[in-house]
């Protein structure tokens, strides 16, 4: 990808539509615009950020398209450079037509993502910005649409930026002390220095926090229901999908897959996976089930224990208790809308997946059980991928690190040394300290045309 080229791509999606749109970005783009569009002005006459209405003529001057043209000229455009935007018809002839017409008359087609990554390059966005503009895509729900657009409007890179500030500052402090490794830094300045480290440290390890939450948001949450054959696990899993996905029998043993769907719940998208039943059996294909059931619980972000209220608490049950008690999970107290005869102990959920009694408090029990109870809002701005959260988690341990060293009263060397490896992780999220291989990975990820 060389940024002197300009470039050219459909930046909307394939298929039946009103509309489309073709992007043009790069030194060439108005010349390219004025070859291929008729209208009452040439693009390049044209004042920027207008829009006129025109056609696109391609090869043998053939129309592509009746159009609408914008003009966005650098440095004002979302890359930084000249950019053109063709509004055409959409389905599939006419947007290909008009973005022949672009190949034709001298631009590359883009690469994924691109266009963002000129937008990088020319300090347009800073890297945690342009991996918003994914996520914006991506978002299940409005909820994680708009954290996206809160680190897209630099939420995140504001509070890194606010820690690697202060990590900045601090080294000019130590590096005036490394040239005297002799001499005791005066309390008041060990003070100031001690408080600076541990209010960056704070900081980190609440931006880390605000983190685990904006993941989930992102990612969404793999929510699996388990429990003993005909504990009501199907039941509850069309209860919450609002719909009837699962097969209910009073049979046990009816559901011998993993079933699966999508929901929301707080904002929050959640894979909810339906289980078959724990128990040990000799069926073959029930056997089959169990062992994905397991499975699933092992990669499970919540397991939701479903146990049948009507009938005391079974050998299985207590068996299946003390196998989920290292997972995250909810245990559920379920048929309650019938006589009870289990022990309910007080941390567990009463429910009904047939009345959907207890419906809400569990909702909000999984929001805060899968958030750690974490006040985030919907704008939260934290990490939104592993590579952010890993360099939040390096920063946090050379932070700590250096804090260590503090104490100790170590050369102020190495704790010089350590303050720069927190603020070389910080501006890894922000673009400052990257290399060519990991924004090629990053930016590969895009769509073309974005």
């Keep these: 990808m060389i940024p002197s080229d300009t470039i050219a791509a459909i930046s909307t999606a394939s298929g039946p539509a009103a509309l489309s749109m073709i992007r043009i970005s790069g030194p060439r783009s108005l010349e390219i615009a004025d070859t291929i ?23 043998k001057n053939q129309s592509a398209d009746q159009t609408m043209l914008a003009v966005m000229k650098a440095p004002h455009s979302f890359t930084g450079q000249d950019m053109a935007e063709i509004t055409c018809h959409g389905g599939e002839a006419a947007p290909q037509a008009v973005l022949q017409a672009c190949l034709e008359a001298g631009a590359r087609q883009a690469q994924p993502g691109e266009f963002t990554l000129r937008a990088y390059l020319n300090g347009r966005l800073d890297l945690a910005q342009a991996e918003a503009v994914c996520d914006i895509i991506n978002a299940r729900t409005q909820t994680a ?4 657009l809160e680190r897209l409007e630099g939420g995140l890179s504001r509070k890194v930026s606010e820690v690697r500030e202060k990590l900045i500052a601090l080294l000019t402090l130590l590096e005036a002390w490394v040239d005297f490794p002799e001499e005791d830094i005066p309390a008041a300045e060990f003070k100031q220095l001690k408080d600076a480290l541990d209010q960056a440290s704070e ?5 880390l926090d605000d983190s685990r939450a904006s993941l989930i948001l992102k990612d969404g949450a ?4 388990a429990g003993r054959p005909n504990a009501g696990k199907s039941s509850l899993f069309n209860m919450l999908l609002k719909e009837e996905r699962a097969i209910v029998t009073p049979s046990p043993g009816t559901t011998r897959d993993v079933l699966e769907g999508w929901i929301e719940i707080g904002g929050i998208p959640l894979r909810l996976f339906d289980t078959a039943g724990l128990r040990e059996t000799s069926d073959a294909i029930e056997l089959i089930g169990v062992e994905r059931a397991r499975g699933k619980m092992e990669q499970a972000d919540l397991v939701l224990l479903v146990l049948d209220a009507g009938s005391a608490l079974t050998s299985e049950d207590k068996r299946l208790l003390e196998l989920t008690s290292a997972f995250n999970r909810i ?5 309650c809308d019938l006589p009870v005869k289990l022990e309910v102990e007080s941390d567990w959920l009463r429910i009904s997946s047939i009345t959907e009694d207890g419906l ?3 909702e909000k029990t999984i929001v805060n059980t ?3 109870g974490h006040n985030w809002e919907a704008g939260a701005a934290g990490a939104s991928n592993n590579r952010q ?44 300290t990257i290399g060519d291989e990991v924004l090629n990975r990053i930016f590969e990820q895009f769509c073309i045309g974005k």
Excluded: C, Y
Aim: glycine share 8%; net charge positive.
């Design 203 to 207: 900081k980190t390890k609440r931006l």
């Design 360 to 362: 809400k408090e569990l």
């Design 145 to 148: 649409a708009q954290a996206a």
């Design 222 to 225: 793999r929510v699996v229901i």
């Design 331 to 335: 245990v559920l107290a379920n048929k």
């Design 389 to 432: 959260m890993e360099a939040l988690k390096q920063a946090a341990r050379f932070l700590n690190n250096a804090s260590e060293g503090l104490e100790k009263k170590s050369s102020w060397e190495f704790l010089a040394q350590d303050i720069k490896e927190a603020v070389n992780s910080l501006g890894q999220i922000t673009g400052q």
């Design 370 to 372: 899968l958030t750690g």
């Design 37 to 59: 569009f008729k209208g009452r002005l040439l693009p390049s006459q044209m004042p920027s950020h207008t829009l006129h209405l025109g056609k696109i003529s391609g090869g």
